[in-house]
């Protein structure tokens, strides 16, 4: 047990990332005295602990021993969340951007020649500086001290500006039972116009209380993410959630055939009853770290690593290329699967009964097909709104989040798509062909790509085809950031 100043206890983390060449997660303790930060590859047993008092962190039951499975999916990568935090606190003590890195780098002795080490630290300063930048925006916006009446305050002038957008916030007298729904009008057009998968997905980290705010994306033909529809419920029922779903796709006028999402049963029980005939895929990435956490349930070690491989095996190494094949090799798979759990692992049985006995047909190869596998699409809409929009923040007050997204996250996105339209018809500015992650054609200047992109936006603008106040966030930001940067040059 040692107790460090938070220069330190940064210091720490960022050692502990590069000896595991991973990032390390941030889990709060219950009750929340204390913090534990664990290694984010799966099984890994990697962690320690922190308690804060009066600016004092004492790091406990520190566990430096990686056991990195090969094979095992890796899934979703993060940056280093130590990292964010030493960018942050070098620039706010006068640091300057441009030397931000190398300066950390530097200091903390970093290989920039391993590649796997520098994925910790990939994200780039200007994003940093502008979460930072951000903060004061968000707080700017709040039209209350209290956050619901603040985001009812808002909702209602929406209302009253955007007739034509979903806008819903139904909550009894205490707020202890609402729902808040949002679907911007362009979203009716622009989701007739892609033939994939919706893809439903939730976090609950952003919000305090652990409120859980659902998105439902879809990649564009611009390959740009799309946010057609943000809702929060409470309590987080299936017949909420479905309610939501359905009230958009009647907005929308969409009878969806395809759904996406992780395995979360609220979200596979609001599809099934409120879109009966259409298909539902798990998330193969998601079912085995699901997987990967429920080592005790099992009373035999080999048992859960057996249990895991199977898993592992149906959801995703199946060979789908000869369909008598699949179908044979699963079945053999399942069998022994659940034989082995019927005899031997009561505890997991019941576990498996209730969460993937049922639902077999949304996480199965033989069921699901080979398409569709994952559900990245939404997880990167959630890690871009964690790391971009709200600064790697958490358990954030509701009217924060619920603001920023309508008056920031939506208005981008919808400009991203626009542009690109009129980028499309005029063939105007660079066309990017990648191999890998390299670059092979760029046919203007970053320089002129600036100006033709304020040029497209004031002619959207002009043209009253968006509702200017839900930009001016925006571009206030944007406006902030160049000014601050230009003081700094």
């Known amino acids: 047990m040692i107790s460090v100043d938070l220069e330190e206890l940064i210091a720490f983390g960022i050692k502990q990332e590069v000896k595991g060449g991973v990032p390390y997660r941030r889990r709060t303790g219950s009750p929340k005295q204390y913090v534990t930060y664990s290694c984010s590859y799966p099984l890994c047993k990697a962690k320690f602990r922190v308690e804060e008092q009066n600016g004092v962190f004492t790091i406990s039951k520190v566990n430096e021993e990686h056991c990195h499975h090969i094979g095992v999916e890796m899934g979703s990568h993060y940056a280093s969340k130590f990292y964010q935090k030493w960018i942050e606190l070098y620039i706010k003590n006068g640091g300057k951007q441009f030397l931000a890195q190398k300066a950390f780098f530097d200091n903390f002795g970093i290989d920039t020649n391993n590649k796997e080490t520098m994925k910790l630290f990939a994200q780039s300063t200007d994003a940093l500086k502008h979460k930072f930048y951000r903060l004061d925006e968000i707080i700017a916006q709040r039209l209350s001290n209290d956050p619901y009446t603040s985001l009812e305050a808002f909702l209602n002038n929406l209302q009253e500006e955007c007739p034509d957008d979903l806008v819903q916030f139904d909550y009894n007298g205490d707020f202890s039972e609402f729902t808040i729904i949002y679907a911007p009008f362009a979203a009716k057009e622009l989701v007739h116009s892609i033939d994939n ?63 996406s999402a992780d395995c979360a ?212 930001a944007i406006l902030n950031l160049a000014q601050r940067s230009l003081k700094e040059e």
């Not at 993410?225 to 309590?235: E, G, H, K, W």
């Not at 859960?304 to 290329?321: G, I, P, S, V």
């Not at 077999?360 to 398409?371: A, D, F, I, T």
């Not at 063939?427 to 970053?446: D, F, H, P, W, Y």
Request: glycine share 2%; hydrophobic share 40%.
């Open 265 to 476: 049963l609220n979200i596979a029980r609001a599809i099934e009853d409120g879109f009966p005939l259409a298909q539902l895929s798990w998330c193969a990435v998601h079912v085995l770290r699901a997987c990967a956490k429920v080592g005790s349930y099992f009373d035999n070690p080999q048992n859960f690593e057996n249990f895991y491989l199977a898993m592992d095996f149906l959801t995703l190494r199946a060979d789908a290329t000869n369909a008598e094949k699949l179908a044979e090799e699963s079945d053999e798979t399942y069998e022994f699967l659940t034989t082995m759990l019927e005899e031997e692992e009561p505890r997991a049985l019941k576990y498996f009964d209730k969460q993937w006995r049922r639902t077999k047909e949304h996480w199965m190869m033989l069921y699901r097909g080979e398409g569709d596998s994952t559900n990245n699409i939404a997880e990167s809409h959630f890690h871009q709104l964690k790391q971009t929009f709200f600064l790697g923040k958490k358990n954030e007050r509701i009217d924060d989040i619920v603001i920023t997204l309508i008056t920031v996250v939506i208005p981008n996105a919808i400009i991203k798509v626009q542009v690109a339209n009129v980028l499309n018809e005029e063939r105007a500015v660079r066309i990017l062909t990648r191999a890998g992650n390299q670059i092979v054609e760029q046919r203007a200047s970053k320089h002129d790509e600036c100006l033709k992109l304020i040029q497209h936006i004031l002619e959207i603008v002009e043209s009253r085809r968006i509702e200017p106040n839900v930009l001016i966030p925006s571009l206030k």
């Open 197 to 259: 998968p919706l893809h439903v997905d939730s976090t609950h980290s952003l919000i305090k209380g652990k409120i859980q705010l659902f998105a439902v994306t879809m990649k564009t033909s611009q390959n740009t993410i799309f946010p057609f529809c943000y809702f929060l419920v409470n309590p987080q029922t299936s017949e909420k959630i479905q309610e939501c779903l359905v009230k958009f796709c009647e907005f929308a006028h969409l009878d969806p055939q395809h759904w």
